[in-house]
Nanobody, 117 residues
Framework: QLVESGGGSVQAGGSLRLSCTVS????????WGWFRQAPGKEREGVAS???GTGTTYYADNVKGRFTISPDKSLQMDNLKPEDSAMYYC??????????????????WGQGTQVTVS
């Protein structure tokens, strides 16, 4: 089970740090990923990090603003209204996971809401 926390409401330009807690699972390899989904839009990948390798990959629209840490938390700086969405933590394997394709992820959290005004 993956459980996200740290979401909330923030003004544009502000920061939030999202955490992902794992229970009942042993994830020793693969990738951690963060995704988001706004109402009426498809789920999109935000950031991934190789477990053990540390290899990171970011969506173009968050590069330089978001950072996925070794502990799989997601630091979000200089937030914009368009970053508002439900954010999901996920665990996956393979190149699809690295490249933030949802098909590469088999474990998902329930999400935490981020609202930027």
């Amino acid at each position: 089970q993956l459980v996200e926390s740290g979401g909330g409401s923030v003004q544009a330009g502000g920061s939030l740090r999202l955490s992902c807690t794992v229970s009942g699972l042993t994830i020793g390899s693969g990738y951690w990923g963060w995704f988001r989904q706004a109402p009426g839009k498809e789920r999109e990948g935000v950031a991934s990090r190789g477990i053990g390798t540390g290899t990171t990959y970011y969506a173009d629209n968050v590069k330089g603003r978001f950072t996925i840490s070794p502990d799989k938390s997601l630091q979000m700086d200089n937030l914009k209204p368009e970053d508002s969405a439900m954010y999901y933590c996920a665990a996956g394997r393979g190149v699809d996971a690295h490249l933030l394709r949802p098909s590469g992820y088999g474990y998902w959290g329930q999400g935490t809401q981020v609202t930027v005004s």
